[in-house]
Each structure stands twice: as C-alpha cells, then as structure tokens.
C-alpha cells in the first residue's frame, strides 16, 4: 500500500470495512453522476422566483454548498453520505413561498434558514437523534424499501419511460399518447439491461459503467442525428470546459418573513418545511444504512449527532447562499451500492461538485436517461428487505405496506414516513399494544396530522 492509500486507510479506516481507496473513489463518482442533475434542475426551478438571469449564480451556489457540506459528511461522519439542495424542497420555495405566499427571493431564504436553525437546534438538544431510535425496526425497514420504490419512479420518469397522463402515470414521455417512442425510451432501455447484466455478473462498477456507456451513445447520437430526441441542455459536448463561478447570490437572505406572513402563517412556514427535512433525512441515511450495511440490529446508524448536526447545517448553508435547504441525498444509495463504505465516497463525490463550480459546462453531458437506469436498479437493490418484514402481523405489516406504497406514489419521502408512522400508532393502540410504541412516535405521529391537516 502506498504512503497516500496507507494515510487514507488510517483516516477512513478502509480495511476495517472492508473496501479500497479505488472502490471508495469509484462509488463516489457514482453517487456524484446520479445527482449531478441537481446542477441544472435547482437553478431551473428556483431561477422562476428568483427571477432572470439567475441561473448561473444559483448553480454556483447549488454546486458550493453541495461540495461544502458533502466533504463535512465524509470528513466528520465517515459515512458514504452526499448532500445537496432538496429536491421537493425547492419547489416549495419557488411556488409556495415566492410565487404562492408572495415573498421575496430573500425572504424565502430567511425561511430556510430559520427551519435550518430550529433544526439545528433539535439535534443539539438530541431530540432529532431519540427519535430515529425510537423507530421502530419494521419501519426503518419500510422506508427503505419505499425509498428504493421512489427512487426507481425518479428513474423512470426522468428518462421518460413513464409520464403524468390522463391516468395517473401512463407509458412514454409527456405527448406521447402512451406509447414507448423516440431514441432517449430505447436508450433508457438498452442502459437498464445492460447494467442489470453487469450487475448479474458481478462486475465492480456496474452501475457507473452503465452510466458511463450510455452518456458515450447518447453524446455520439446526439451530435450525430442532431438532437435524436434528447432536451437540448444535456449530451452536449460543450463548446468550452472552463467557467467562472458567479457567488453573486451568498448572502441574499431576509428575515421580514415574519412581518409579511404575520406569526402564525409563518411559523406554519417554518414547521411545514422543518418537518419534511427532518424527515427526509432519516428516511434517506437509515434507507443508505442499509445498502451500505453499516446499521446496528435495531436499525441505528453510527454517529447519528454528528449526521444529523452535518444535515442540519446544511440547511443553514442552503439558505444563506440562495440554493434552498441542503439535505441528505437519497441517490448516495447509488453509491452505496457500488461499495461505498466510508467518508472518502463523500470526499470523491464533494470533490467533484468543487470541480463543477470551474468546469459547469460539463456538468450536463450526462443524460437523465443514463441516472434513470441506474436509480431503478438501485431501486431493486433496496427492495431486498421486504422479506424481513412481518407479513404475518397486520399491526406491523400494513403500516409497513403504507410506507412503501405511499412515498412513491405521492411522490414524497415525508407522506411516506408520516402514513408509516399514524397507522403504525393508531393500529398499535387499538389492539391494545400501547407498551409497544414509543411516546416520540406518539408525538411525532401527532406532529405528521397537524402536517397533513395543514397541506405539507
């Protein structure tokens, strides 16, 4: 082992998990291709309420806080875990705050920001932490499971293979009437066999080599056919690798939420979104947990404060550079699955969204017909546990069912975990099993119908 691989080994401790700098890097360069679409999908998103002309500050803001807060993940938690703005998250800010509730781009990020500190201080306190333990394990194993689902419907829906339609998914991309037409569906296609076949034979790095092949044919398609049916803003081989960042949307944050909204309204702001993320990220690091398997026999994970304090400071630096809260990204399960096992996957992953603040250009060459593929394999991945749940007990296994079932289909981590855990409580009182749930879960149970009851 050479003197950098040995300094590595000691820092991440990589033998004891049993994997390499090589394979480390590699995972991390997976979770890093299945969300570097974030770059383009946050700024495109928030860029209509923060107006025109914003878009290359928002990715440069995207991209900062993604390469910021991921390396404190891997620095600090040594854990195959990345971060960047959410995903659901953004869309609130943009339609729900500025567009919906009439705020300011600023005031928006006061918002984040207040939600990042409430947070922050919940794990301080170690409330966040008590109730991750207070879980129970049929439901820890539930959210993975309707985690894998909801990353296979990002997928299939980002690669077009399924649409909104008259029903409420149909076959296709959008326009096409239910049918499986044009050369981005048959990439999709050919990508997910032929990385499942990899996967089959065991080939390490499956899921980026598929990544890696697809992007290659729909690049050489792309040029050759001129579009072959892909968005114009991907498969492109750029005219120029190189670009200044522009930082001109750090510190543009305001906090007269409070006087716009008025206490109440912004408050029922403030908690909505807090719920969500503090949510989404247990869902995510317990659902990585176990690809990655480094959970204990109840569920928990290692240095959950330490996850948890890193999660929540990226929701503080989300807001203050404009790029909308930060959180744990369910697509480092992709790394996960390559055989990321440590931090040095978050560092790899951190270190190229650093990269990207330089060479955005490149960013997109990578199609969503590539990622799509491998999400739905990850998606399979993560179903492997639905044979350890208790189908023989209904006060167990239909709140399982209603985990699993209602994350993707309402296209939600929260809904999911919130379905989870009211009928886990409601069943559990009912049969008179009250010794079997936890007073957090009856709290947070609580918490999840003043949610619903308020619209999320």
């Known amino acids: 082992m050479t003197a950098p691989a040995s300094s590595l080994d000691r820092f991440f401790g990589l033998r004891a998990r049993g994997t390499t700098v090589r394979r480390e890097i590699l995972a991390g360069t997976t979770t890093f291709m299945t969300m570097a679409y974030i770059l383009f999908?946050?700024?495109?998103?928030?860029?209509?309420?923060a107006g025109a002309g914003h878009f290359a500050a928002i990715l440069t803001?995207?991209?900062?806080?993604?390469?910021v807060m991921t390396a404190a993940m891997g620095l600090f938690a040594n854990l195959p875990l990345a971060l960047a703005s959410g995903m659901g998250l953004n869309a609130v800010v943009a339609f729900g705050l500025v567009l919906g509730k009439k705020l300011t781009y600023p005031q928006a990020m006061g918002v984040i920001v207040a939600e990042g500190v409430l947070i922050t201080l919940l794990v301080a306190t170690g409330l966040r932490q008590a109730v991750v333990r207070a879980v129970p394990m049929t439901l820890k194993r539930a959210i993975g499971i309707g985690i894998g689902l909801f990353l296979a419907i990002i997928g299939f829906k980002a690669a077009g293979f399924i649409s909104a339609g008259g029903a409420l998914l149909q076959l296709g991309?959008?326009?096409?009437?239910?049918?499986?037409?044009?050369?981005?569906?048959?990439?999709?296609?050919?990508?997910?066999?032929?990385?499942?076949?990899?996967?089959?034979?065991?080939?390490?790095g499956a899921l980026l080599i598929g990544i890696a092949v697809s992007t290659a044919v729909a690049v050489t398609a792309k040029a050759a056919f001129g579009g072959a049916g892909f968005a114009?803003?991907?498969?492109?081989?750029?005219?120029?690798?190189?670009?200044?960042?522009?930082?001109?949307?750090?510190?543009?944050?305001?906090?007269?939420?409070?006087?716009?909204?008025?206490?109440?309204?912004?408050?029922?702001?403030?908690?909505?979104?807090?719920?969500?993320?503090?949510?989404?990220?247990?869902?995510?690091?317990?659902?990585?947990?176990?690809?990655?398997?480094?959970?204990?026999e109840q569920g928990n994970f290692p240095r959950a404060s330490t996850v948890l304090m890193v999660d929540s400071l990226a929701a503080i630096a989300g807001g203050l550079a404009g790029a909308s809260s930060a959180t744990t990204y369910v697509e480092s399960a992709a790394g996960a699955a390559s055989g990321g096992r440590t931090g040095l996957t978050s560092v790899t992953t951190a270190a190229l969204f650093a990269l990207c603040l330089f060479i955005s250009p490149l960013a997109g060459i990578v199609p969503p017909q590539a990622t799509g593929a491998v999400l739905v394999l990850v998606g399979y991945m993560m179903m492997r546990d639905v044979g350890a749940i208790a189908w023989d007990d209904p006060s167990e296994s239909i709140p399982a069912f209603l985990t699993v079932t209602v994350m993707p289909f309402t296209y939600s981590i929260t809904n999911g975990i919130g379905a989870g855990f009211v009928s886990y409580v409601l069943l559990k009182l009912a049969g008179g099993k009250a010794r079997e749930v936890h007073p957090l879960m009856i709290g947070a149970s609580v918490a999840f119908v003043v949610y619903f009851a308020i619209g999320g």
């Open 41 to 49: 999908v946050n700024p495109e998103i928030l860029g209509s309420a």
């Open 61 to 67: 803001s995207t991209a900062l806080v993604a390469a």
């Open 173 to 204: 991309p959008e326009g096409a009437a239910g049918r499986l037409t044009g050369f981005p569906v048959v990439l999709f296609a050919l990508t997910l066999v032929f990385t499942a076949w990899l996967v089959s034979r065991g080939v390490r």
């Open 232 to 296: 114009p803003h991907v498969a492109n081989l750029p005219s120029s690798i190189f670009g200044l960042p522009d930082f001109s949307m750090l510190g543009q944050v305001d906090f007269s939420f409070v006087a716009v909204l008025g206490p109440l309204a912004a408050s029922l702001a403030v908690f909505s979104i807090m719920l969500s993320d503090f949510f989404d990220t247990v869902g995510t690091v317990v659902a990585v947990g176990q690809e990655a398997k480094y959970l204990d």
